[in-house]
C-alpha cells in the first residue's frame, strides 16, 4: 500500500521523540484518565450495575429451556431471507458498475481500496432497490411473490456478478500487529451483541411507532396506503423498505420470521458502514492499524449499537453520508465523472433515508466549483474543461435531487407540503391529525433536547456534555450515549488542522461534518440524529491521529492504543446494555414472545388481552401508551406524538361526560386503554390547566374520570394502566353534546 501523500512528504522529517513529546504524551494521559473518571461517574444505571447484570444474565441460562429446534429453524430461516435480501444488494450494485462502467466503474482511483469497492457495491444496491420498492408501494403491489420475485433477480444478479467483484488479498505482511487485534475485537464484539438483539422482538419507541409500524400497516394495505393519524408516515422512508421487503419474504414461514428477518436486514447496515470506513481509511492512504481503528471507533459508541439493533435508519444514513463524502473527495482530486455518478447516487439514496440529508447537499455545490477552479489554475488549462466539470456537476446533483425526493414529492402531493410535518411556518400543508397547533407544541418538545433551549455557553460545551454525560431515554441529555473517544481525539484534530496538514478527503469531510453539526445544535439534539456526522469524523480523528504520529515522531500506535482504550468504556456500556437487554432465550425459542415483550414492555400484558379477546369490529383508544401501535392487531386511535391532544381537546370542550360518550361513540371508538396514573395525578395531568381555576380544573377531571369509569366496563386496570368497554349505547340525553373538536376519523 503505497504511503499517503501527508506520510510521504512528512515522514523523512520525523523527530525522535523529545521532551515536547514527552510532555504531550503525559498532559494526553492525564486529559484521558480524567475523561474516563468523569464518564464512568455517570454511568452507574448501565455500567455501574454489571456485575448484578452479568450474574441475572448467567442465571437465565442455567434453565432447561434456553433454545428449542423450533426457535433455531426460525433463526435459520430469518437469516435466510435476510441474506437474500443483502445479496440481491450486493448483486443490483455490482450489475450497475458492471454495466455502465464509466459511471460507476473502477477507476485508477476507485480501485485503491477493495473493501470500499465492496462498500459501494452493497451502497448501490441498497438504494436501487429502496428505489424500486417505494415504486412497487405506489403501485400497490406489497405481496409475497413481488418480494419473491425482486429477491429472485437480485441473487441472479450476484450470480452474474460475483466472479467479477474484487477480491480481499493480504499484503506482503499477514501477521497482525497486538493493537490490530484489539481493534478487530472492538469491531466483532459489539456486531455480535447486535446481531443476537436485532433479532428479538422490538420494543424501542420509535420502532413501535413507525419504523416497523409502517410498514406493517403498508403489509396489511399492499402498498403505499394512508395510515391517518400518524404523521411519519410522510417521512423519507427509503431504509424503511428494506425492512418491508424482508416483512413480505417472512411472511411465507409466518409472522415470527418476518420480524426476525426485518431486524437483520437492518442491522445489516451497521457492518456495512464499518466497512465503508475501513475502506475509505484505506483510500485515503492509511495504514492497516489506523484503518481498524476508524471502525472499531464508530462501533463502539453505544447509541451507534442502539440504532442498528431496533431498525432505526441513522446507521443507514451515515453509511450513504459517508460514500458520499468519499465520493467527493476523489471527484475533487481526481475529476472522473465515476465519482460523480456515485456522489450523485449516494446523496439522493441519503435523501431517501431521512430529510436531515439535505445537509448533505448543501456543500456539494462548493466541492464541484473548487474542482472546476483547480481545472482553471492548472498550467495550460483553458475554460472548457471548467465549463464541461461545472455541466456536468450540476447535471449530478440534479439527479440526486431527483431520485432522492420521491418521497418528498408523495408528502407534497398528499399534504400540499413535501416538508410536511416540519416548517409549517415557512410552506403549511394538511393531514388528518396535524395542525399549527401540534407543530408548535413539537418545536416546543424538541427544544428540551440537549442544549437546544440553553444559551451559547452550553453549546459550546456540547462536546463535553455529550462525551460525558448522554444517557438514554432522556432528551435533556441527548437520549443516547457517545464515549470519550472522541472528546480525546479532539485536540489533535484541531492542533491538526491549525497546521492544515489534514488530507483532503479528511478535510471535506471535516467540513460537511461542521456544517451538519452545526445544524443539529440548532434542532432536536437527539444524539443518534448525529450518527452520520460521527461516521465523517472518525475519519477525520484517524487522519489526524495518522499525521500527529508521523510528525511528532511519537511511539507508532501510541495514540491508536489511547483511543481503543477509550473506545472500551463504550463498549462497557454497550455489554451492560446487552445484558439487560437478555434477548438470547428469546431468539434462541427458550423465551416465549409474549413473555419476552411482558418483561420489557409494563404495558404489554394489555395489547395481548385486546389481542386475543376483543372482536376484529373494535375500535381502542390508546390514551399516553407510546402509541405502540405495531403490537396491536385491533383497529385504534392514537395521537401521532402527543398522546392525550385528542382527549385533552374533548375534555376542554366538552360540557358534561354525557358529550365525551358521544364524541366517542361517534368516532367508532369501543374501548379505551388508558395510562391513568399520569392522567389522573394533579400534578402531572394534562386536563390540569394553571390558568384555569381549582374548581374548574377539578370538574374536567370529575368528567374524565367519569368517562372512563361510570357505566363502562373494566376489563383489566392496575396501578399504571386501565383498559375498559365504553357502554354500547349512546346516551339518552345528547343536546349538551356539541360538536367534537379534532375528531378522529373511523
Known amino acids: 500500500m503505497a504511503l499517503s501523500p501527508l506520510r510521504s512528504a512528512t515522514a523523512e522529517r520525523a523527530i525522535p521523540p523529545s521532551a515536547t513529546t514527552v510532555l504531550a504524551s503525559l498532559i494526553a494521559s492525564a486529559w484521558g484518565l480524567a475523561l474516563l473518571v468523569v464518564f464512568l461517574q455517570h454511568r452507574g444505571d448501565d455500567v455501574g450495575q454489571l456485575p448484578s447484570l452479568v450474574r441475572a444474565f448467567r442465571l437465565s441460562l442455567r434453565g432447561p429451556h434456553v433454545a428449542n429446534v423450533h426457535g433455531i429453524l426460525q433463526i435459520l430461516a430469518a437469516e435466510l431471507v435476510a441474506a437474500a435480501i443483502v445479496g440481491s444488494w450486493l448483486g443490483f450494485g455490482g450489475a450497475l458498475m458492471r454495466l455502465a462502467p464509466r459511471w460507476f466503474g473502477s477507476g485508477a482511483h476507485a480501485t485503491r481500496s477493495g473493501a470500499l469497492d465492496v462498500a459501494r457495491r452493497f451502497g448501490l444496491g441498497a438504494g436501487a432497490c429502496s428505489l424500486t420498492w417505494f415504486g412497487l408501494g405506489v403501485a400497490g403491489l406489497y405481496r409475497p411473490v413481488a418480494a419473491m420475485v425482486v429477491a429472485g433477480i437480485g441473487v441472479a444478479l450476484l450470480a452474474w456478478t460475483l466472479p467479477r467483484a474484487p477480491r480481499f488479498t493480504r499484503g506482503p505482511t499477514v501477521r497482525l500487529a497486538p493493537v490490530e487485534w484489539v481493534a478487530l475485537l472492538l469491531v466483532f464484539f459489539p456486531l455480535a451483541l447486535a446481531a443476537m438483539a436485532a433479532l428479538a422482538p422490538p420494543t424501542a419507541k420509535d420502532a413501535l411507532i413507525y419504523h416497523r409500524a409502517l410498514p406493517k400497516a403498508f403489509v396489511a394495505g399492499g402498498g403505499l396506503v394512508d395510515v391517518p393519524f400518524n404523521i411519519a408516515a410522510f417521512f423519507a422512508l427509503g431504509a424503511e423498505m428494506h425492512g418491508l421487503w424482508a416483512m413480505l419474504l417472512g411472511s411465507v414461514v409466518d409472522g415470527r420470521v418476518a420480524e426476525m428477518a426485518f431486524g437483520a436486514v437492518e442491522f445489516a447496515f451497521f457492518p456495512l458502514l464499518l466497512l465503508a470506513l475501513y475502506g475509505s481509511a484505506r483510500q485515503i492512504g492509511l495504514d492497516r492499524p489506523w484503518a481498524l481503528t476508524a471502525a472499531a471507533l464508530f462501533a463502539s459508541i453505544p447509541t451507534a449499537y442502539t440504532v442498528a439493533t431496533n431498525g432505526y435508519v441513522d446507521v443507514a444514513l451515515a453509511l450513504f453520508a459517508t460514500l458520499t463524502i468519499e465520493a467527493a473527495a476523489a471527484f475533487w ?32 455545490p462548493l466541492v464541484i466549483l473548487l474542482r472546476a477552479r483547480r481545472l482553471e489554475q492548472e498550467p495550460g488549462a483553458d475554460s472548457s474543461g471548467a465549463r464541461d466539470t461545472l455541466l456536468a456537476g450540476a447535471i449530478a446533483l440534479g439527479c440526486a435531487v431527483l431520485v432522492g ?187 416465549s414472545r409474549t413473555a419476552y415483550l411482558a418483561r420489557r414492555l409494563d404495558y404489554y400484558p394489555y395489547y395481548a388481552l385486546v389481542n386475543a379477546t376483543l372482536p376484529a369490529s373494535s375500535r381502542v383508544w390508546l390514551v399516553n401508551m407510546r402509541r405502540d401501535t405495531y403490537h396491536i392487531d385491533r383497529p385504534y386511535f392514537s395521537d401521532y406524538l402527543f398522546e392525550d391532544y385528542t382527549l385533552r381537546t374533548w375534555v376542554e370542550n366538552a360540557r358534561d361526560v354525557r358529550a365525551l360518550r358521544t364524541w366517542a361513540r361517534e368516532a367508532g371508538i369501543t374501548h379505551v386503554l388508558v395510562r391513568h396514573d399520569v392522567l389522573f395525578d394533579p400534578a402531572r395531568s394534562p386536563i390540569v390547566d394553571d390558568r384555569r381555576s381549582d374548581a374548574i380544573n377539578r370538574t374536567k377531571m370529575a368528567m374524565l374520570m367519569s368517562f372512563l369509569l361510570d357505566g363502562t366496563t373494566v376489563l383489566r386496570r392496575d396501578g399504571k394502566f386501565l383498559l375498559v368497554a365504553l357502554p354500547t349505547a349512546l346516551p339518552p340525553d345528547v343536546s349538551a353534546a356539541r360538536q367534537a373538536p379534532a375528531t378522529p376519523r373511523p
Open 333 to 364: 482530486a481526481t475529476g472522473e465523472r465515476a465519482a460523480l455518478a456515485r456522489l450523485a447516487s449516494f446523496l439522493g439514496f441519503a435523501l431517501m433515508v431521512k430529510h436531515t440529508a439535505i445537509f448533505l447537499l448543501v456543500p456539494m
Open 405 to 591: 425526493t420521491v418521497w418528498y414529492a408523495r408528502t407534497w402531493i398528499w399534504t400540499g407540503s413535501p416538508l410536511f410535518p416540519f416548517y409549517m411556518d415557512l410552506w403549511p400543508g394538511h393531514a388528518i391529525g396535524w395542525d399549527r397547533d401540534r407543530s408548535a407544541l413539537a418545536q416546543a418538545l424538541f427544544s428540551a433536547y440537549g442544549s437546544a433551549h440553553q444559551g451559547v455557553l452550553d453549546y459550546v460545551i456540547t462536546p463535553l456534555r455529550l462525551s460525558l454525560l448522554g444517557q438514554p431515554e432522556n432528551p435533556t441529555y441527548y437520549e443516547g450515549v457517545l464515549g470519550i473517544s472522541f472528546l480525546f481525539g479532539l485536540p489533535v484534530v484541531l492542533w491538526v488542522a491549525y497546521r492544515r496538514a489534514l488530507p483532503s478527503a479528511a478535510t471535506i469531510a471535516a467540513g460537511v461534518a461542521a456544517l451538519m453539526y452545526g445544524q443539529w445544535l440548532v434542532s432536536l439534539q437527539g444524539l443518534r440524529y448525529l450518527l452520520p456526522v460521527l461516521s465523517l469524523l472518525v475519519l477525520v480523528l484517524v487522519s489526524a491521529g495518522d499525521a500527529v504520529e508521523t510528525r511528532l515522531g511519537a511511539t507508532p500506535s501510541a495514540l491508536r492504543w489511547a483511543l481503543l482504550g477509550g473506545a472500551l468504556a463504550g463498549q462497557l456500556v454497550i455489554t451492560s446494555w446487552f445484558l439487560e437487554q437478555n434477548p438470547v432465550r428469546v431468539v434462541l425459542g427458550g423465551e
